[in-house]
Antibody
């Protein structure tokens, strides 16, 4: 069974940083593309970032490009999202998701999410 | 970056059929947009229903189907059940990234 467990969320100040982690199990992590999707309170879904299975190709939404960095450690079966320059509109539940194949940056299986709150 | 549009809300009767659509401001939706559909119920994480226009996830009930229709991606629900009441989102590949639609709130009433 695919399991994705996000962690690292919490309260951060505007301009601050946070690193989210997503621990994966139940599948061969190094064979799948991964992505991050977020949802602001009461709002719709927003695709944030994607990364190919090998980690060499990364993709970002315009709203986070230059501030967020996605990476993965295939030896630890873990996906990361390093967030810098945080703003109030980054407040959201952040979901980690597995793609369908090595170059799949769209969500196929989802984690339960971790809440990030940006406030002074 | 394209804007992806969905009906804000739709209502279907139990046992009825409804089609949700997903359009792109950049033109017709094609297979190159790799349309996905997701279902989200209140307080829950989203679940993937359909990928690549019409392929189903292992959990997707047979009453859901995906297609391209009139230049848009479409999600058809045939034989709606009360448990299908949810928010439905589409996702399109555009310019090297994903773009979600605003979601359709489906009421089964």
């Amino acid at each position: 069974e695919v399991q994705l467990l996000e962690s690292g969320g919490g309260l951060a100040q505007p301009g601050g940083s946070l690193r989210l982690s997503c621990a994966a199990s139940g599948f061969s992590f190094s064979s799948y593309g991964m992505s991050w999707v977020r949802q602001a309170p009461g709002k719709g879904l927003e695709w944030v970032s994607g990364i190919f299975s090998g980690g060499g190709n990364t993709y970002y939404a315009d709203s986070v490009k230059g501030r967020f960095t996605v990476s993965r450690d295939n030896s630890r079966n873990t996906l990361y999202l390093q967030m810098y320059g945080l703003r109030g509109d980054d407040t959201a539940v952040y979901y980690c998701a597995r793609g369908l194949g090595p170059a799949a940056i769209f969500p196929y299986d989802w984690g339960q999410g971790t809440l990030v709150t940006i406030s002074s | 970056q394209a804007v992806v549009t969905q009906e804000p809300s739709l209502t279907v009767s139990p046992g009825g059929t409804v089609t949700l659509t997903c359009g792109s401001s950049s033109g017709a939706v094609t297979s190159g947009h790799y349309p996905y559909w997701f279902q989200q119920k209140p307080g829950q994480a989203p679940r993937t229903l359909i990928h690549d226009i019409s392929d189903k996830h292992s959990w997707t009930p047979a009453r859901f189907s995906g297609s391209l229709l009139g230049g848009k991606a479409a999600l058809t629900l045939s034989g709606a059940q009360p448990e299908d009441e949810a928010e439905y989102y589409c996702l399109l590949y555009s310019g090297g990234r994903g773009v979600f639609g605003g979601g359709t709130k489906l009421t089964v009433l």
